[in-house]
């Protein structure tokens, strides 16, 4: 896969090509890459995705704090893996937004020459929402691309959405978040140097520094695994502002404990993929009932990486 952040650098013929926001890349999503991806192979052409940064809702909408699902980086990787040879990262902003669907088609076709446009069900582009699905096919007639509209999926009786990910997000509901995903949530980070107190408890932590704008879940401990080097650890992490020690502060942080390892991973990058939730945190009148309540969450989490397939 390759990632590129404009339209500028790349020139390509007759792509199989989709455009969205993809946050999350959730198994929504994932049916439109699919048909991209299968559709270029039996082609013999290239798939290629454009996405946009900041996500739209940020900017038309207003929308802000820690919204995110995904990284653009942490994007591009699950569309490569999911088989997209090309991401684009296509900068948003007011002026993009007010561009006319025909304006921006021709802006894209002149570098990209696509064959076949996938787009969602509910998918439009340009100024006012204009490009809807009648509006692209009409272009694709005078262009030369045909255009498919893919069909919705639904979890039970519901529709399958990033912004329904990130209510479950916010309530802790990770099973259903992972469900949506199709895979772990994952929360990537720079391994920083906290103030040692887990150590001290003989309960070492990693704090973790988070880009401001992911969207973490509801305070409370959580069964992970942990991502180090590319090996997988079972894990406990906290995120929340540490009660028992602090009622002064309302920044949240993201502490993980990594079971049965003790390496110094200071400045190094990690991985949590959040599996379950085991409870809300709350604050402990004494030390040593904090750690019983810790050591108690770290067998809850062992049970269930033992019940977790692979």
Known sequence: MQHYWSLEKIQLHDVWLTIGSFDGVHI?????IREVVEGAKKDGSSSVVITFHPHPDTVL????GAFYLTSPQ????FLGELGIDY????????????TSTRVFVD???????F???????????GKNREGDAAALRALGKEYGFQVRVIDPLFDGDKLVSSSRIRNALRTGEI?????MLGHPYQIKGRVIRGDGRGRTLGIPTANLEIWQEKALPKSGVYACIALVDGIRYPAVTNIGIRPTFDLSSSERIVETHIINF???IYDQEISLLLIDFLRDEKRFDHVNALISQIKDDISRAIGIFEKEPG
Do not use: M, W
């Open 74 to 77: 942490e994007q591009a990787v």
């Open 61 to 64: 909408k207003k929308k802000d």
């Open 87 to 98: 991401v684009i990262t296509y900068p948003f902003n007011k002026s993009v937004a007010n």
């Open 175 to 179: 099973i259903e978040v992972n469900r």
């Open 28 to 32: 929504g999503h994932q049916l439109i």
């Open 262 to 264: 003790d390496r110094n």
């Open 107 to 113: 802006k894209i076709f002149q570098h990209l020459h």
């Open 115 to 125: 064959k076949c446009l996938c787009i969602g069900h509910d998918f439009a582009l």
